[in-house]
T-cell receptor, first 111, second 116 residues
Framework: GESVGLHLPTLSVQEGDNSIINCAYS??????FIWYKQESGKGPQFIID?????DKRQGQRVTVLLNKTVKHLSLQIAATQPGDSAVYFC??????????FGQGTILTVHP | DTGVSQDPRHKITKRGQNVTFRCDPI?????LYWYRQTLGQGPEFLTY????????KSRLLSDRFSAERPKGSFSTLEIQRTEQGDSAMYLC??????????????FGPGTRLTVL
């Protein structure tokens, strides 16, 4: 994705609400997609992944949806907690090559 | 803690100096990646190793940058004649056999470089 400098999209939710973070990816040849969570001063932390032969994958409190027709990826977080506050990035790749990161989204969870 | 370690965690240097960063990947991971991240942006790919072979380099990796992975385990990233524009977080990731086998890249904590 193209960088947008300091003006990242933001999502503000109340504790206990469900959160949905969206991402558009660029390469129709990508076959593997990952969501990362990044807290301030730390490296990206793997959350969940999905391969291009799937439309949906569920983890603990998280679900990733993939729409290849419109090249769209979403991350759903159930019962959002204050500890979920971070910047969330989607990333795409083909095989085990380099990751291309999308625009991050700042998630803020209010107690 | 993903198991990927980076050293140092922070580096402050003066413009024109050389710096070297080290990354230790997850044990048995045969692929190692370097990325650079500036404030407000996602990580950008720099280079990638499979075992000791450097398989891909980004155009971002100018002649002042060099990376090595001599024994197929740890890797070093050196920046010569640093410039203020080199100030960023340098991230290392690994993937492959062993923990989290497959294509998932696990990131280290990063090295924060500040060039004065």
């Amino acid at each position: 994705g193209e960088s947008v400098g300091l003006h990242l999209p933001t999502l503000s939710v109340q504790e206990g609400d469900n959160s949905i973070i969206n991402c558009a990816y660029s390469n129709s040849a990508s076959d593997y997609f990952i969501w990362y969570k990044q807290e301030s001063g730390k490296g990206p932390q793997f959350i969940i992944d999905i391969r291009s032969n799937m439309d949906k994958r569920q983890g603990q409190r998280v679900t990733v949806l993939l729409n290849k027709t419109v090249k769209h990826l979403s991350l759903q977080i159930a019962a959002t907690q204050p500890g979920d506050s971070a910047v969330y990035f989607c990333a795409e790749t083909k095989g085990h090559g380099k990751l291309t990161f999308g625009q991050g989204t700042i998630l803020t969870v209010h107690p | 803690d993903t198991g990927v370690s980076q050293d140092p965690r922070h580096k402050i240097t003066k413009r024109g100096q050389n710096v070297t960063f080290r990354c230790d990947p997850i044990s048995e991971h045969n692929r190692l990646y370097w990325y650079r991240q500036t404030l407000g942006q996602g990580p950008e790919f720099l280079t990638y190793f499979q075992n000791e072979a450097q398989l891909e380099k980004s155009r971002l990796l100018s002649d002042r940058f060099s990376a090595e992975r001599p024994k197929g385990s740890f890797s070093t990233l050196e920046i010569q004649r640093t410039e203020q524009g080199d100030s960023a977080m340098y991230l290392c990731a690994s993937s492959g056999l062993g923990q989290g086998a497959g294509d998932t890249q696990y990131f280290g904590p990063g090295t924060r470089l500040t060039v004065l």
